[in-house]
């Protein structure tokens, strides 16, 4: 998608937005359906880079499409901006949604449908394209993009994309919730980012907006990072500021972007380029690091929890039998934080040891889902700090009165 | 006044969370196995069993240069042992030896806790010290008869050690 969104906008202006958009739409869904009868990695990769082209196509060319509904330049494109800053907070929720309820496959089967509707009103704009096929010409030149205002939104964007991916890995892998679970927790990001989406009604400045945005991301990743226990209601206040924050920083940016540049569909390409840069730049910086520490924080975790199975007043002989199928249960779940809690059943009959063996189960299970949470720790604070160096480039960034 | 409302809740959010002991959490040390354990004041048999074999891993992981808990861990089960065997190029003998060494270490630290007295140690070291090899071998490779052993050598001496807790 970084790749292809410029030329993808090019093509649009080329062609004339409707058929480029009308076109874009078939291929994702073509595309969307392709991944979902993927049997193996290599072709689910594959059609998912036809995916990516087909959505720049669509993506960019709605742009251009958007002022003769909504009535200009200006509005569209903070419609435009404000559909891509709820789509990138939605995301995951839904993704975990589906793949609990349904199956993986089907967040691509159902983007089928949702395409091919949207290119159903779009189909006039393409014959009209097709009949008269003239482009106006003076609309073929393209200015510079807006350095600044791109990179704060690649720089954002890498931030976003720890909060959201880091966030479902750690409920997930870390705190051992279902997709959907997981899915209802982080959909506190997408409806906070509705909220902010309300702000900026209220606030005109480009800039303030986008400095409170990147602001609000970074403080929400710090208090990711800081999460004082591994219990769901601690993630939400550091969720809404996320939610509130992307909304308007994303919206903000990209309105500066786009104003007063054309063709729109261009600078919007730029938009999607910086932002899908962002989001590849900032997982492929951050997965290497919390992969180590999650690696560490797991052997120390282990370590820790035998050392509280040795330390307890309980039984050796009862030790010995949990420590056998506690090492089964890591061994099980690799990779993965374990639940411990089957490995203590059944229940010592004594209620001496009873209390004894609930107590020690509580206590490693607590290593455990501390070590996890404190995994993610250095990861959410480099993604806070990408955030907040942002500041600059949108210190430096101006708008352009449209 | 966005950004100064965006920098006031991010600092609270941070703050709350770092007072809250957020930034606090370092892991469990695992204690270097070389250093003696002190001794709580065991009171029965069974605590006596429990510090008697915490003591005994000590003084085998010191012997083998591991940690007590991975060694406890190999002695868990016969996978664990083969990937501890594997990770640290310690083999059936050397760690049989190392056990026997480690509950020599026990009988060591429950006589100077005042736990065993000398007239038991004595006997009881030299119990430990003629494990054939192969007995330990065969003990190591299954941690629920070396328990047993434990408790079996402390078993038909508990009624004497029992006279002498503290």
Known sequence: MALAAVPAALLARRVGPGRAAAVGLAIFAGAGLACGLADELSTLILARCVQALGGAAAVTAALELLPATVGSERRAATVWAAAGATGAALGPALGGILTELVSWQSIFFLQVPVALIAAVPILAVARHEAATGVIEPELRRTGRPHLWANLALAMVSAAIAAALFLLVLLLIEGWRLSPITAAIVVSVMPLSALLGARLTEYVADARSRAAAGAILVSGGLAGLAFLPKATIALTIPPQILVGVGLSLVLSALTETALGGRAPQAIHGGWTISARHAGVVIGLLALTPIFTADIDQQRHDAINAGTAVILDSPVNPLLKLGLAEKVSERLEEEKGKVPTIGPAFEPLPDNPAERAEVEQLKGELQDQLDRGATHAFSTSFILAALLGLIALFPIALSKEVEL | ?166
């Open chain 2, 1 to 166: 006044m966005l950004v100064i409302g965006a920098i006031v809740a991010s600092l609270l959010l941070v703050g709350a969370y770092l007072a809250a002991g957020g930034s606090s959490y370092e892991p469990e040390q695992v204690q270097n196995p070389c250093k003696p354990r002190p001794w709580s004041n065991p009171q029965t048999l069974g605590q006596i069993a429990n510090q008697f074999t915490n003591s005994a891993l000590d003084g085998a992981a010191c012997k083998l240069g591991v940690s007590r808990e991975a060694l406890a861990r190999a002695l868990a089960t016969p996978e664990g042992r083969e990937r501890f065997a594997k990770k640290y190029g310690i083999d059936d003998e050397k760690l049989a030896k190392a056990v026997r060494a480690g509950l020599l270490r026990a009988v060591d630290d429950a006589e100077e806790a005042g736990a065993l007295s000398p007239i038991l140690a004595v006997p009881l070291r030299e119990t430990l010290r003629n494990i054939p090899l192969e007995e330990a071998i065969e003990l190591i490779h299954n941690g629920r008869k070396l328990l047993s052993n434990v408790e079996g050598f402390l078993g038909p001496a508990g009624s004497i050690i029992e006279q002498f807790l503290p």
